[in-house]
């Protein structure tokens, strides 16, 4: 399997150059595909790290006269900020699905350490791939819209990537992955 994907990513960075705004800057990219939920690290046109990665659920929560969609954006995004040691900031729809109450913002029942994992790449729009508290989840549609990995790829992403890396988010059998979403959603 790795050898088909090391002659599809060429075709795949390629093409996913010409639809971005800007080409790749740098020799190392992070591509997730949301249709078999897998990321890798892709560094020349080579695959050198890949892992099972959980992506958005697709699932609506309406409350009142807000509503929010759990879909990771496809596309193009670099990676604007590197975190060492995010700390969650949960927010409204999280207290909402949890049935809680929603507190200040200011509050700091707001704020959960260790939920995220060691590291945290941000690419924007309240995106992020990190690890998580929830092993179970990767490899699954079942997140509010980041991209979660397990921690030895994490660790990876972190010590191969900085501020500008390259990162793709795409499909690679369309239409595929939100049929897949709704016959194995999760929470």
Not at 10 to 30: C, D, T, W, Y
Not at 90 to 96: E, L
């Amino acid at each position: 399997m790795k050898s088909i994907l090391n002659l599809l990513v060429p075709a795949i960075l390629l093409a996913a150059a010409l639809n971005a705004q800007n080409a790749p800057q740098a020799s190392v990219a992070i591509m997730i595909d949301v249709s078999t939920n897998t990321a890798y690290l892709v560094r020349d046109g080579v695959v050198e790290a890949q892992s099972p990665a959980a992506t958005g659920s697709e699932k609506v929560l309406i409350h009142g006269d807000d509503e929010w969609l759990f879909h990771t954006p496809l596309g193009h995004m670099t990676v604007q900020r590197r975190i060492l040691d995010p700390v969650w900031r949960k927010p409204d729809w999280a207290f909402i699905e949890a049935g809680e109450p929603v507190p200040p913002p200011d509050s700091p029942k707001r704020y959960v350490k260790n939920h995220l994992g060691k590291y945290a790449l941000y690419l924007g729009d309240g995106i992020m791939i990190h690890g998580t508290d929830d092993a179970d989840s990767i490899g699954r549609y079942v997140s509010h819209g980041c991209v979660r990995v397990p921690n030895d790829m994490l660790e990876r992403l972190w010590q191969e990537t900085k501020v500008g890396t390259d990162v793709y988010i795409y499909e690679s059998q369309p239409g595929s992955s939100s049929q897949m979403r709704g016959s194995r959603g999760g929470g």
